[in-house]
Each structure stands twice: as C-alpha cells, then as structure tokens.
C-alpha cells in the first residue's frame, strides 16, 4: 500500500540522507558485530550473537520503512499553492481564542514535523483541523484535552 507524502526538498534531502546512512554505515556495523559474536563460538548460547542479529532485523525493518517513503515521496512546488487556504506547507499565524496566545506554523509531513521548531504534521488533531480553514476562520479542533479554538490571522508559503 502505497501512501504519497509531500515534503519539502530539505526533507526529502533529509530522509535520503538518513537511509544513506543506515544502509552505509549502520548495515555495514551490525554486520561486524554478528561476525564477530559469531566467532566467539557457540551460537546457541551467544548472547552477543542473537543482540546483533534482533538488532540487524530492527535495522532491516526500519530501511525497508523509510524506502518505501522515499519511494513514494513528492516534492511540492509551492510557488504553485493556493495561500487563500491552509495546505501542507502552508505557514500560518494562529491565535487561541481563549487565552489570547498567538503560534507560527508550517504544516509538513509526519516525519518532517518537529513542534519545538514550528513544523506541524498534518495528521496530528490541529494539522487536520486547519487545512482548508481561510484567514478569519475559527478553527474547532478536538485535542485530548478537549475543545480548543483557533482563529486563522495569517497564511504564507
């Protein structure tokens, strides 16, 4: 099943990046440690022996996960976007109706988002509640701990 992700060019850099290094460099390691453990004799009892090997299926797992990502990844030209409505990539200025408080977002992909640094995936509860949501609009958006309202003050790219 294929599941198409839009993403920044530095985040698919990012990602291309990131399966370079596990397949270069991490692949290369695990595969030391099983020869290594190996030759230290018996396997059946080789603690080191069956770490190296969990660890080498983790390893593979986890490549196979972010190549199928690659794979299906897009690169948005976000000249092309309409900035009349929050998309992905859309930054946006929100305010909290309750308390005043205002947040900058950028709407990414999940393995983009990183909230300390204003990227919001859009599949969490708020990145859901904003998209389509127009300048002046109040966006209703269920979180755990409740109701919360926002009011769209600005959308950029």
Known sequence: ??????YTEEGLKKLKDELAHLEQVERPRVSQEIADARDKGDLSENAEYHAAKEEQSLLETKIAKLK?????ARIIDESQLDTSKILIH?????KNTTNG???NYTLVADSESDVRNGKLSVN???????LGKTVGEIAEIQVPNGLMKFEIVEISR
Do not use: T, W
């Open 1 to 6: 099943m294929s599941n198409v992700s839009y």
């Open 68 to 72: 199928n990502v690659v794979a299906n």
């Open 90 to 94: 859309s930054k946006v200025k929100l």
């Open 101 to 103: 408080m205002e947040f």
């Open 124 to 130: 969490s509860p708020i990145g859901k509640g904003l």
